[in-house]
C-alpha cells in the first residue's frame, strides 16, 4: 500500500509540472525565439523543480513531524510507548521527495524541446 501511494504521489507530482509546463508554453517559446538554448531551458526548468522540491520537502518534515508529536500527545494516556523519531528518517523522506520532483521535470523538458515556436507564439 505505501508503495501504491508513492507512486500516486509521483504521478501528483508530474501532473502539476505538466500543468505547470503548458500554462509557461507560450512564454517559453518567446524566450527560445530570443535564443534561450534547450541547455538553458534545462537548467531553467531543473532549478525550478529542485527548489519546489526542496520547499515541498522542508514543509512536509516539519508537518509530519508536529503530526507525531500531535498524536502522540493526544493518545498518550492509552499508549504506553514514546515515538522514537530518526532525524535520518526525515532526511531521506525529503531527499526522496526531491529527487522525484527532479525526475518529474525531465517532463516538460522532453516536451518543450520539441515545441514549435511560431505556433506556440501566436496561439491564444
Avoid: H
Avoid at 522514537?84 to 524541446?113: N, Q
Amino acid at each position: 500500500m505505501t508503495y501504491f501511494i508513492l507512486l500516486l504521489a509521483t504521478v501528483g507530482v508530474i501532473n502539476n509540472l505538466l500543468i505547470n509546463y503548458m500554462q509557461k508554453r507560450r512564454t517559453i517559446a518567446m524566450y527560445k525565439s530570443v535564443g534561450l538554448s534547450n541547455r538553458q531551458n534545462r537548467k531553467m526548468t531543473l532549478i525550478e523543480g529542485f527548489s519546489c522540491g526542496l520547499i515541498g520537502a522542508v514543509i512536509a518534515i516539519f508537518v509530519s513531524y508536529m503530526e507525531i508529536q500531535t498524536i502522540f500527545l493526544v493518545a498518550a494516556p492509552k499508549i504506553s510507548m514514546l515515538p522514537e523519531l530518526d532525524l535520518w528518517t526525515f532526511l531521506a523522506a525529503g531527499g526522496l521527495g526531491i529527487f522525484i520532483t527532479l525526475l518529474g521535470s525531465v517532463v516538460p523538458f522532453i516536451k518543450s524541446r520539441n515545441m514549435k515556436l511560431i505556433e506556440e507564439i501566436k496561439f491564444e
